[in-house]
Antibody
Framework: EVQLVQSGAEVKKPGESLKISCKVS????????IGWVRQMPGKGLEWMGI????????RYNPSFQGQVTISADKSISTAYLQWSSLKASDTAMYYC?????????WGQGTLVTVSS | EIVLTQSPGTLSLSPGERATLSCGAS???????LAWYQQKPGQAPRLLIF???SRATGIPDRFSGSGSGTDFTLTISRLEPEDFAVYYC?????????FGQGTKLEIK
């Protein structure tokens, strides 16, 4: 059974750094693209970017380029999304999602709250 | 970037009725690379349709997708109580992959 299990909710202050994770199981991590989707409170879905864990080829939505970093650790089948300096506007639910095109499996979501 | 516009924003129907949701693209979507997702409150989205018209694994046949180019449709033939949710279209033929703003299907 394919599973994407994300790390727990985070509460951070503006300017802090953060790295959230997505551990996968049930398929070969290095042979499928995995990405991240943002959903701000009460809003729709936004495709942030994606990575191919086999060679760490990462591609970003220009709207998120330079704002976040997507990475993967093949040894523990885990993908990451990180920020170096959070803003209040980063408050959202973040989903990891498998698939370069359509997304066939989703994580349960990680709620990130940024507030002073 | 391709902008997807979904209509209507909200659709109010009763169980047993037919639902027709539209997704229009600002540019042609290549190879019918369009998907539909369902999202219920507090849950992650679920894939319904990919390739504009192929049902994902386990999706009931009351869900169907159609269209090509710039105009796509999701049809739910006979609404069940569990179908009331928000529906999103997504194009993945051109980077960045983009989602529509969603259609909320509510019980009338």
């Amino acid at each position: 059974e394919v599973q994407l299990v994300q790390s727990g909710a985070e509460v951070k202050k503006p300017g802090e750094s953060l790295k959230i994770s997505c551990k996968v199981s049930g398929y070969t991590f290095t042979t499928s693209w995995i990405g991240w989707v943002r959903q701000m409170p009460g809003k729709g879905l936004e495709w942030m970017g994606i990575i191919y864990p086999g060679d760490s080829d990462a591609r970003y939505n220009p709207s998120f380029q330079g704002q976040v970093t997507i990475s993967a650790d093949k040894s523990i089948s885990t993908a990451y999304l990180q920020w170096s300096s959070l803003k209040a506007s980063d408050t959202a639910m973040y989903y990891c999602a498998r698939g370069y095109g359509y997304i066939d499996y989703w994580g349960q979501g990680t709620l990130v709250t940024v507030s002073s | 970037e391709i902008v997807l516009t979904q209509s209507p924003g909200t659709l109010s129907l009763s169980p047993g009725e037919r639902a027709t949701l539209s997704c229009g693209a600002s540019q042609r979507v290549s190879s019918s690379d369009l998907a539909w997702y369902q999202q219920k409150p507090g849950q992650a989205p679920r894939l319904l349709i990919f390739g504009a018209s192929s049902r994902a694994t386990g999706i009931p046949d009351r869900f169907s997708g159609s269209g090509s180019g710039t105009d796509f449709t999701l049809t739910i033939s006979r609404l069940e109580p569990e179908d009331f949710a928000v529906y999103y279209c997504q194009q993945y033929g051109s980077s960045p992959h983009t989602f529509g703003q969603g259609t909320k299907l509510e019980i009338k």
